[in-house]
């Protein structure tokens, strides 16, 4: 049987890990060691210190690399490390073309960290091919999708992106951690890296932090690896085991996250109070033609505004009982999140703006609870909201 034509939920249950050889143990055991005894100096059995490898990381690595169908896979102590390093492949001079619906972080990272080392770049509105176009430069090295995006949902045409940016002498750089590799698969679209920040779905469960790099670029995965290894931003052996144990369960907890936002987002479009709904598999979404091209569902996440004002919508979000009030999103339990006060808070407003994110929206990551728990709640949410005398003081953050 070749391994290699196995289907993604096989996949995501076997790939990387076999049966500890020394007991049969059919979990990945969790290395908890920092350094490995060596038979005389240099000659070792693969593993010399915890930071340049340990083998809970190496079979979470297999793992996530063969869900992407790329060759090589890195792990890192958290998303933002993960980029962080695949930014460290730049030198001052150099220019990104980025999404402008990104993660807050991701565009901070860019806005104040490495604009400060030299390294200049250009949000575009990702789903316009022809604003991409107009944004390269000669010193541009990378072109950052982020799709769907975090919090619009808005997705960008990945293959003819990937022609742009290729043709301008720019790597292409895919954060698919909305997505996943069960609803869709960059590579095979012409990215050269993909970003994962695995605290989301690929854990699932809202109990790990960590991030992830993919490629098949064996050159890119050398310098990668060197990066990992000398920058030290690695993940410990339990969280490794935290996610492996959640990627075995990724293929079948997608569907529901799928079947739950498709409803909730059909439920939120027809209710007189809301505004807008954000979610590609809405067949009037701006997003929903390109999102059918190139992905297999259209994910668990939704994003609404209310009719009113931003007093109106922070009441809706302080008043749901099932959906908390938190950052992160891709656990198993429904999350309701305020961009504008929380997640993209670090995106100045007037950026905010530009990329379309109003303050009055209200991102749901909606989990894998019955659905007609998850309904009835946003139903007495949005009613109870309506009533402003029930206004809260303040919205956490
Ligand atoms: N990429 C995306 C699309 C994200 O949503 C996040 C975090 C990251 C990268 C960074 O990953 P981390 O370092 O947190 O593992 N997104 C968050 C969010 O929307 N709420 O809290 C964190």
């Known amino acids: 049987m070749n391994k290699?034509?196995?289907?993604?939920?096989?996949?995501?249950?076997?790939?990387?890990?076999?049966?500890?050889?020394?007991?049969?143990?059919?979990?990945?055991?969790?290395?908890?060691?920092?350094?490995?005894v060596q038979s005389a100096p240099a000659e070792h059995l693969g593993y010399e210190y915890a930071r340049s490898g340990n083998p809970t990381r190496t079979a979470l690595e297999a793992n996530l690399a063969a869900l992407e169908d790329g060759k090589y896979g890195l792990c890192f102590a958290s998303g933002l490390a993960a980029e962080n390093t695949l930014l460290h492949t730049l030198k001052s001079g150099d220019h990104i073309v980025t999404a402008r619906d990104v993660y807050g972080g991701t565009f901070r990272l860019f806005d104040k960290i490495w604009k400060q080392l030299g390294v200049s770049f250009t949000a575009v509105h990702a789903w316009n091919l022809d604003e991409i176009r107009g944004a390269m430069q000669p010193n541009t090295r990378l072109l950052w999708l982020e799709s769907p995006s975090n919090p619009l949902l808005t997705c960008a045409d990945i293959a003819g992106a990937a022609e742009i940016g290729h043709a301008g002498g720019a790597k292409v750089i895919v954060d698919n951690t909305f997505a996943t590799p069960i609803l869709q698969r960059p590579l095979s679209l012409g990215a050269d890296v993909i970003v994962h920040s695995v605290t989301k779905y690929l854990g699932g469960h809202s109990d790990v932090i960590g991030g992830a790099l993919v490629t098949n670029d064996e050159e890119l995965h050398e310098q990668l690896r060197f990066l990992q290894n000398a920058l030290g931003g690695v993940p410990g052996p339990m969280d490794c085991f935290l996610v492996l144990r959640g990627t075995k369960t990724l293929a079948v907890r997608m569907k529901q996250h799928c079947e739950n936002a498709a409803k909730i987002a059909e439920y939120l479009a027809?209710?007189?109070?809301?505004?807008?709904?954000?979610?590609?598999?809405?067949?009037?979404?701006?997003?929903?033609?390109?999102?059918?091209?190139?992905?297999?569902?259209?994910?668990?996440?939704?994003?609404?505004?209310?009719?009113?004002?931003?007093?109106?919508?922070?009441?809706?979000?302080?008043?749901?009982?099932?959906?908390?009030?938190?950052?992160?999103?891709?656990?198993?339990?429904?999350?309701?999140?305020?961009?504008?006060?929380?997640?993209?808070?670090?995106?100045?407003?007037?950026?905010?703006?530009?990329?379309?994110?109003?303050?009055?929206?209200?991102?749901?990551?909606?989990g894998i609870e019955d659905v007609e728990d998850l309904i009835a709640d946003l139903d007495q949410a949005i009613a109870v909201s309506r009533d402003s005398s029930s206004s809260p003081a303040t919205v956490a953050g």
């Open 4 to 36: 290699d034509k196995l289907k993604i939920a096989t996949r995501a249950i076997h790939a990387g890990q076999q049966p500890d050889p020394s007991t049969g143990a059919i979990m990945t055991p969790v290395y908890l060691t920092s350094t490995y």
């Open 270 to 366: 027809q209710h007189a109070d809301v505004e807008r709904v954000y979610y590609p598999g809405l067949v009037d979404d701006p997003s929903h033609e390109v999102a059918s091209r190139q992905m297999s569902d259209y994910g668990g996440m939704v994003s609404v505004e209310l009719r009113g004002d931003l007093e109106r919508n922070r009441r809706f979000a302080s008043s749901t009982k099932v959906f908390a009030l938190a950052e992160s999103l891709g656990g198993v339990e429904s999350l309701i999140n305020h961009p504008a006060s929380m997640t993209h808070a670090s995106v100045p407003k007037e950026e905010r703006e530009k990329g379309g994110l109003r303050d009055t929206l209200m991102r749901l990551s909606v």
